[in-house]
């Protein structure tokens, strides 16, 4: 079923007509105070956003559409400054449109719509209206297409495995028409118990968006009209943080590593306070490994200690990748790493997949000038700031041959290596305790012969403790869908995983 321009808004009305219906049928967004209809309003802006702000570049025309479909009066000027304030990552819009697809699958299963036509509508119009944005000139942006093809493909096939397991089960049902609980195993797996909310690059809808209370529109109010209060976090001490550090799963050498690097700082610090002459301690680390080992939850956890050691004032972590340093204009690179440094000011500065600062050296590319600006901050700054590279270790060697001042800097290199097929199922194991749940023994020994055979095979695609997570949120689906089989569910059935739980879980 493919949608015309012309046809766009009515496909969207038929949309917002399908939430209204579903609400009536006891379906909803898990933990969301919105109504159906305006979180798919909601989406449906956030994915516009994502397309249009994925070149870095929002234009007129692509203003239009957003004002056109949603109905909205945006200038140009106010969608700039909303993006530039509230950047959308790839794994939050993926989030947020997950919750809203999620709703219309178990819709399609209610109905018994073995096809799932009404989610396969959604993805097929929001394919359009991302080919309206990426079009809208007759000439197609590369990064453009490949955003929105990366995040189209995983929502296609997360859908196409939820359908698969349902009609896997379809036939063992005890009631045939129990329809599934709606569900959300993205939302279920953020959990304070798991990790802290700040480590999530981007929030649910803001709370200002309540059902019929201004509805989308309160959600674009700039970010210096609206302060909502933060959660405090507990106050940890520094044996709390070392021994959270120490019980991390895995990474002995980086336990080892930076455990002789406290004792160093532990031992400057006593120094100092005794008067005694210091030496300098660059503090300045490369973190080297392939993703999910870790790094940014380390680097977290590093800033806590050297605020408790006082070595840094906060303590306080800003991750940041390229595309939050580099501008595309002559002069602007400079201004926005400024920008981010000022902000990471008395903590860590954390700077993922940084070989990318400086893999173009075109006359267009600003990388290095974005690198050049960080160096001389640290050598401003180095009694209050603190930066810390990451990415893949050979590409880690290229970045820090790139510039003289790189590795001069950078002499402390600590390696992730890849988690073993036994602490990856202890990660798995670790994630279901923190979320009350408990599995059987022989849930247990499928779940370690996963590990075993994805370790082995290492194929393109494997992400270590990202793994362990990913494996955790479809376990969750698969027993979401066994427990909607059943005619009285007790508590227990609640918080046990068993072996058809895990046995078809399959990772890309």
């Known amino acids: 079923m493919k949608y015309l321009k012309s046809s766009r808004n009515d496909t969207l009305q038929y949309i917002y007509t399908l939430c209204i219906q579903y609400e009536k049928q006891g379906l909803q967004i898990k933990n969301s105070q919105m ?9 449906i802006m956030k994915f516009m956003l994502y397309v249009a702000d994925s070149d870095r570049n929002i234009r007129d025309a692509e203003v239009d559409i957003i004002n056109d479909c949603l109905g909205f009066s945006l200038t140009r000027d106010y969608v700039v400054r909303f993006v530039e304030e509230h950047r959308i990552s790839s794994d939050a819009i993926f989030d947020t449109v997950l919750s809203l697809l999620t709703v219309f699958i178990n819709a399609d299963i209610q109905n018994q719509a073995a096809n799932g036509s009404t989610s396969l509508m959604l993805l097929e119009f929001l394919d359009e209206l991302g080919l309206e944005f990426i079009t809208y000139d007759g000439k197609y942006d590369d990064r453009q297409t490949k955003a929105m093809a990366a ?38 797996m953020e959990t304070a118990a798991i990790a802290p909310k700040e480590e999530k690059k981007e929030q649910d809808p803001p709370d200002s968006v309540q059902k019929n209370s201004g509805g989308l529109k309160d959600a674009l109010t700039p970010a210096d009209e609206k302060k909502p209060e933060e959660p405090q976090e507990p106050e940890e001490t520094l044996e709390e943080l070392l021994e959270h550090l120490n019980s991390l799963t895995g990474l002995s050498r980086v336990k080892e590593d930076l455990n002789s690097l406290i004792n160093l700082l532990k031992v400057h610090k006593m120094r100092e306070d005794r008067g005694l002459p210091q030496t300098h ?16 939850t380390v680097a977290r956890l590093l800033g806590k200690v050297y605020a408790k050691l006082g070595i840094l004032s906060k303590g306080h972590l800003v991750e940041v990748d390229r595309s939050g340093l580099v501008s595309g204009y002559v002069g ?65 060697e290229a970045f820090l041959d790139s510039n003289p001042g790189l590795r001069s800097r950078f002499n402390k290199q600590i390696r992730f ?62 027993q979401a869908n066994r427990l909607a089989t059943l005619v009285s569910v007790t508590d227990k059935d609640l918080v046990t995983i068993t072996k058809e739980d895990v046995e078809s879980v399959a990772l890309f």
């Open 151 to 188: 995040l189209m493909l995983r929502l296609k096939n997360y859908r196409s495995a939820y359908l698969r397991t349902w009609k896997k089960i379809q036939h063992e049902r005890i009631n045939p028409f129990a329809p599934p609980v709606p569900f959300n195993p993205e939302e279920r």
């Open 417 to 478: 290596d890849d988690y073993t097929a036994d602490e990856l199922t202890d990660i798995f194991c670790g994630i279901c305790s923190k979320s009350f749940f408990e599995l059987t023994d022989d849930a247990l020994a499928c779940v370690k012969a996963f590990f075993e055979n994805r370790v082995a095979q290492k194929l393109p695609g494997f992400a270590n403790g990202r793994d362990a997570r990913n494996f955790f949120e479809k376990t969750l689906t698969n």
């Open 35 to 43: 109504s159906l209809r305006d979180y798919a309003q909601f989406a």
């Open 281 to 296: 301690v660059s503090l300045h680390m490369v973190f080297s490994g392939n993703p999910g080992t870790g790094k940014t």
């Open 332 to 396: 602007q690179t400079a201004m926005k790493t400024k920008k981010i440094i000022e902000s990471a000011m008395g903590g860590l500065l954390f700077i993922d997949e940084a070989y990318a600062l400086t893999a173009n050296t075109g006359s267009n590319d600003f990388g290095m000038e974005a690198v050049n600006t960080l160096l001389k901050a640290m050598e401003d700054n180095r009694e209050d700031f603190i930066v810390i590279v990451a990415g893949y270790t050979d590409l880690m």
